[in-house]
């Protein structure tokens, strides 16, 4: 099944290779094992075996602050008009992003799903896959005595600002796909202060059941053949040794950044661009790397009152206090279908985090992004990062950045309500202006579509089924196929992803 390339002899071969154990690649494994297939998963991180092991490393369990290990570091490099370059954080381990996220659980809204227009992916459909990722990934909503002493104020902040608040349970409805505006305790796929990542919730429970074999720590360099006629084989180095797999079918999972870049080191891509990098196009697909976008963000923010910090300190050292527990969903001027464009969240931490830097933040992020980027290798070497470019706020009608002004004045009128303002710094307004907001936007840790699903080969990359155009033997199976980011942090529509995908193979065989 596995063998070194200098080896001629590669014996038998796997029904299906899943490169990349993440959000959508460990679901899309762990269900075909699950159904009996022989499946062989490619990570490029460590696995560090069953939960019950105890070998998981502490960061990258605690959910209460994002995790920084395990990174690819991957970063934009210098930027005109910013102080510092973007990094966009992706997780190199099993379980992928879900293992170092925020853990929130969002579903986006029906209209999201139903407007790709593409067979097999309507709400309808869907709806029994949400609940099955929703219960998988032990989803539950925080309650009001979990909420900290920041968070616990925001939740009387938004009752006195006017948000739709549920004051019976002050819960959100991010997992309804049903739901309007609101505000509330995020829902979290998080089990006893631990970030339930996907290897826990699919992997774990076929780890022994003979038909799942994971190979860690190997980087996918390129795949060939695919087209019908012959099997897959992907060629991959592991801890410096050159690998061969073969298989009738591989899903490529390897994220928004990974799995175009290996496309396009087979050959399979905008075929000018692949040859002016020295790579043969084998099958000229330009939309491999297009269409990448994420939801925008930038913040407001204050420094914390002496009286904040010391509860903060005093509840963090009698237990479990997220950084992120509250989100509200609302609508900018720009929202003329009636539908939440926005999200703001505050954010909150007794300690110093990359993310906070000792100050209180209400995040804004434009979710119905209008602008798109784009992504291409940088040459043949797997190990070179490729050029990522998301092309934040570059939509020619001004969109986003606008709805992102209007995010912002909402998120200072909940800053400024009596139950925040009492216990934060009396600090001026964040600058709304046009020019502030290009130069301080950030990302929302959400990128997809450089694969995208569609009917049209010029125009996506992969058919509803997953299946790269011309070539039937490559799927896709994350979030890089999804070709319009939903109104949801994107963790649960990534396995959602997955579960579709396993089906849709399954109903096949």
């Not at 496309?263 to 692949?274: N, V």
């Not at 909940?414 to 130069?439: F, H, M, N």
């Amino acid at each position: 099944m596995v063998s070194t390339e200098d080896d001629d002899r590669i014996d038998g071969g796997a029904e299906v290779v899943v490169i990349g154990g993440g959000s959508g690649g460990a679901v899309v494994a762990g269900r075909l094992a699950e159904a009996g297939v022989d499946v062989v998963l490619v990570e490029a991180g460590p696995d560090y075996g069953h939960i019950d092991e105890g070998r998981w490393p502490a960061e990258i369990l605690d959910a209460g602050m994002l995790a920084t290990t395990h990174d690819w570091g991957y970063a934009s490099g210098p930027v005109a008009g910013r102080d510092e370059p973007w990094t966009w954080e992706r997780a190199r381990i099993l379980g992928g992003c879900s293992a170092h996220n925020g853990a929130i659980a969002a579903v986006g809204h029906h209209t999201d799903y139903d407007g790709w227009h593409l067979p097999g992916w309507d709400t309808a459909t869907l709806r029994p896959l949400f609940a099955a990722a929703l219960e998988r990934m032990r989803v539950r909503t925080y309650t009001r005595p979990e909420a900290g002493p920041f968070h616990d104020r925001c939740l009387d902040a938004a009752v006195s600002a006017g948000w739709p608040v549920d004051t019976a349970t002050f819960a959100s409805d991010l997992c309804d796909l049903d739901a309007g505006d609101n505000f509330g305790l995020e829902p979290v796929n998080v089990f006893e202060g631990i970030r339930w990542n996907t290897a826990f919730a699919y992997l774990d429970p076929v780890r022994t059941g003979g038909h799942l074999t994971i190979v860690d720590h190997t980087l996918v360099d390129r795949v060939t053949g695919g087209d019908g006629s012959q099997p897959v084989t992907v060629h991959a180095v592991r801890q410096g040794q050159r690998l061969t797999i073969t298989a009738d079918r591989v899903v490529l999972a390897a994220g928004v950044y990974g799995t175009p870049a290996i496309l396009q080191r087979s050959g399979i891509g905008p075929a000018d661009a692949l040859r002016r990098l020295g790579i043969e196009p084998v099958l000229d697909l330009p939309a491999v790397g297009a269409n990448l976008h994420d939801h925008p963000m930038v913040n407001a923010s204050r420094a914390l009152g002496p009286d904040l910090l010391r509860w903060l300190a005093e509840a963090a050292a009698a237990g479990f206090v997220p950084e992120e527990q509250t989100l509200g969903k609302a609508r900018s001027s720009l929202a003329t279908d009636g539908i939440y464009d926005l999200h703001l969240f505050p954010v909150c931490a007794s300690t110093q985090t990359q993310l906070t830097r000792g100050r209180a933040l209400v995040e804004v992020a434009c979710v119905n992004p209008r602008s798109r980027g784009s992504l291409l290798i940088a040459g043949p070497d797997p190990e070179a990062h490729p050029r990522i470019d998301h092309g934040y706020l570059s939509d020619p009608e001004g969109h986003d950045w606008q709805v992102l002004r209007d995010g912002l004045e909402q998120a200072e009128e909940l800053l400024a309500q009596p139950a925040l303002r009492a216990v934060l710094a009396d600090e001026p307004p964040a600058d709304r202006s046009e020019a502030s907001i290009r130069g301080r936007v950030a990302h929302y840790y959400h990128p997809v579509g450089t694969t995208a699903m569609g009917l049209d080969p010029a125009t996506s990359v992969c058919d509803h089924a997953g299946r790269v155009h011309g070539r039937p033997g490559l799927v896709v199976a994350d979030a890089a196929a999804i070709p319009t980011i939903p109104r949801a942090n994107t963790n649960i529509p990534a396995v959602v992803v997955g579960e579709r995908i396993a089906q849709m193979l399954l109903a096949a065989r």
